[in-house]
């Protein structure tokens, strides 16, 4: 994991000290063989990611985001086919709201990317955590979502095979090099997810609903980090799961995520009654989750009301296959937050029982999570 940078300014996104470039020749070469120049190992920098990356300004004046997919040989150039998928896709199609940062230069070999850097952005993660991603925004980010899931196939060569959660093979059984890599919590988590037969039947029965539902060009790992503000634009980034999928996949992540940050705001809005010494009762924290999802479903509502805006014919089970979505985010919220701990936190149980609720009863659930709209 690389190191903070000491005594800089933090601006919205967390930056952080850079791989060395002379442990990561790639990144030079691309950039030189490209005619964008070279870059100042002293004024590099790097943001927070799975990937190793590199942003600064070339010797040319360019601004560039290098990154370097890892992984095996197999799933490494995976995502990186991906990534160049899209992109020739986008570039090639006139879009009004879809925007994604422009890739200037590509190295299959060593899965190398090199972005246009955009220093002036905050991500919606960060908007949303200053209450900054409101219903215009949200609506703007249902319009370019559904623009991605109506873009021409034409003669492109798209992945089309099925996105990796949820991972129906390890509710089964855990593989040995994901079990020997499990936290204690994770291990925690896992075994609830095996031993919940009304689960397991739910995440069949949304895998089955999958299959048959249309598929188009999506995102695949929709999350509000991935959604990137600079000036008046509003972009998408991170295509390495891109594929053609069921779309209500990526409106099922945004509701999920919004979802998630009304659980999360629950031990805030509890923070006074526990400072006091008192601890809430469960009708308390039930409240309060209740009145943290009211304030934040207009912006799902939002979102649904651009996306219906672009594409207004949709399937029957369309809305319903989006609460499913979302509350399995839930759930891989669960298993993604326990990695570094022991024991499964309060917050964490509470997602995933709330994730489960939407993933065992999703029509239901459908008003509540803010997707009326799309049905």
């Known amino acids: 994991m690389p190191t903070p940078l000491k005594n800089q300014p933090v601006p919205p996104k967390l930056r952080y000290a850079p791989v060395p470039l002379d442990d990561a020749p790639q990144v030079q070469g691309l950039l030189s063989r490209s005619g964008l120049g070279t870059l100042d190992p002293e004024s590099l920098t790097s943001y927070m990611g799975r990937n190793d990356n590199w942003a600064g300004t070339t010797s040319t004046g360019a601004e560039v985001f290098v990154k370097h997919i890892g992984g095996s040989p197999q799933d490494s150039l995976s995502r990186f086919t991906r990534v160049t998928s899209f992109d020739r896709m986008l570039r090639s199609t006139a879009v009004a709201e879809l925007h994604s940062p422009r890739l200037l230069a590509a190295d299959e070999p060593s899965r190398t990317l090199a972005f246009d850097l955009l220093e002036d ?11 900054e991603f409101d219903d215009a925004l949200a609506e703007r ?16 060569d798209v ?21 020997v890599n499990c936290s204690a919590a994770q291990l925690e988590a896992w075994g609830l997810m095996q031993s919940d037969q009304e689960l397991l039947t739910a995440l069949n029965g949304l895998r089955e609903r999958e299959l048959a539902a249309t598929r188009r060009p999506s995102h695949c790992d929709l999350r509000l980090d991935q959604f990137l503000l600079s000036g008046e634009t509003l972009l998408l980034t991170d ?29 805030k809005a509890l923070g006074a009654e526990e400072r006091f010494g008192r601890s809430p009762s469960h009708e308390e924290v039930v409240g ?11 912006r799902v509502e939002a979102f649904c009301a651009g996306y219906r805006a ?43 029982g709330i994730g489960r609720t939407a993933l065992l009863a999703p029509a239901a659930s459908v008003t509540t999570l803010g997707l009326g709209g799309l049905s």
């Open 121 to 131: 952005c905050r991500s919606g993660a960060d908007l949303a955590s200053d209450e």
């Open 141 to 156: 980010a249902g319009r370019l979502v559904a623009e991605l899931h109506e873009l021409p196939l034409g003669e492109y």
């Open 159 to 179: 992945d089309d095979s099925l996105p990796p959660m949820p991972p129906m093979d390890s509710l089964q059984a855990l593989p040995w090099q994901l079990f």
């Open 239 to 267: 295509w390495e799961e891109f594929r053609l999928a069921d779309p209500a996949r990526d409106v099922g992540g945004f509701a999920g995520e919004w979802l998630y940050r009304a659980v999360l705001g629950i031990p």
């Open 288 to 298: 309060r989750g209740v009145e943290e999802l009211d304030r934040l479903r207009p």
């Open 310 to 352: 672009v594409r207004p014919d949709l399937d029957a089970g369309f809305a319903v296959r989006a609460v499913g979505y979302a509350g399995w985010h839930l759930i891989e919220r669960m298993l993604a937050g326990s990695a570094q701990r022991v024991r499964l936190g309060a917050v964490d149980r509470a997602a995933a």
